[in-house]
């Protein structure tokens, strides 16, 4: 039998490469192994054996991710994180992450496959995921690394910054709603739709 | 909308991103003496709810947060949130901002006749 063969959720689409009309850039992240990593953020042991697998700390700041190198740590709750690296780096971290952290109470599970990632780019990023959410992206404290989970468009998603100026942010939904969001963000992304926060709203064309 | 402040993260976000759960600090008399539960103690543990006018306890979920269930003082009068406070913890002594008299049955019937229909 051949090899599994990743193929992601927005691949059989044909608008993915190129989307004409819009105010920002849409973009799908493909080749990215996450690993949900839950543990005792108050225990100093799984702490240090999760930096030392990971390679990077993990952030307990409420909202806030860490980053080093193409490792990226996202706070999902206060005994939750996102481990983000590049796909072929999955296993070893992976591996090691359940050697170091055996025993604890700790869990760690590949999700890799679960969530699909779209990014926007540009600036407007921020306002075209307020038409979806009642989070005010654009409060001072929303800064680059910061994280946050929100009802996005009735679905559930997270939002990474992983830039700001212009703005890039990383929209994490669960797999099975990649096609409604990724709908969803080509309609509400373009042009005409141009949102302003106050005072009669432009009317989109089609 | 009611505005909620989730005392586990400390995300400050609308109603939509959170989860009612109903009335909070209800004991289940089971833990407590398994041996000798009356039928109407199993009963108002089931069923009987608080539906008062002032101050309710209730329980919130940070559903699109941290996702942890909290506890939050409202007032049903004005639908103001009195306090947040953790799952574990009990019911704060609000001391000024006790709920109101309720008004007697005697009374809402007065008044029902008075707007002239049930």
Redesign the interface.
Same mark, same amino acid.
Do not use: I, N, P
């Given at each position: 039998m051949a090899d599994a063969k990743l193929i992601g959720a927005l691949a059989h689409r044909g608008d993915v490469e190129r989307q004409p009309g819009l105010s920002i850039t849409l973009k799908v992240v493909t080749g990215r192994g996450m690993i949900d990593l839950r543990g005792n953020a108050a225990d100093a042991k799984f702490m240090a054996a999760a930096k030392s697998a990971i390679g990077v700390a993990l952030p307990t700041a409420p909202r806030t991710s860490a980053t080093k190198g193409d490792v990226t740590v996202l706070w999902l709750s206060i005994d939750q994180w996102l481990v983000t690296l590049p796909r072929e780096k999955l296993t070893k971290t992976f591996a090691a992450l359940r050697k170091k952290t055996e025993g604890m109470f700790a869990l760690a599970t590949d999700m890799s496959d679960a969530r699909t990632v779209i990014r926007l780019s540009g600036d407007g990023a921020r306002e075209v995921l307020m038409k979806g959410t009642s989070v005010d992206m654009l409060a001072p404290d929303v800064i680059q690394g910061t994280v946050r989970r929100m009802l996005f468009a009735e679905i559930a998603a997270a939002c990474h910054v992983v830039g700001a100026e212009p703005d890039v942010l990383d929209l994490y939904v669960f797999r099975s709603y990649a096609d409604y969001a990724w709908e969803w963000l080509l309609a509400t992304a373009r042009s005409g739709a141009r949102v302003r926060l106050y005072g009669p709203q432009d009317i989109p064309t089609t | 909308m009611l505005l909620i402040t989730c005392p586990? /993260? *400390?995300?400050e *976000?609308?109603e939509?991103?959170f989860h009612a759960g109903g009335e909070a600090h209800i004991k289940r008399p089971a833990t407590t003496d398994p041996e000798n539960v009356t039928d109407e103690a199993q009963r108002d543990y089931l069923y009987m709810r608080k539906n008062p006018r002032g101050i309710h306890f209730e329980r919130w979920m940070c559903?699109? *947060? /941290? *996702?942890?269930w909290f506890h939050a003082a409202r007032d049903t009068v004005t639908m103001e949130f009195k306090a947040f406070y953790g799952a574990r913890e009990p019911a704060p002594d609000l001391g000024g901002t006790a709920s109101p008299k309720a008004a007697t049955p005697r009374k809402t019937a007065a008044r029902r006749k008075k707007a002239g229909g049930a």
């Open positions: - | 586990v /993260c *400390g995300v *976000g609308d939509t991103e559903a699109r *947060g /941290c *996702g942890k």
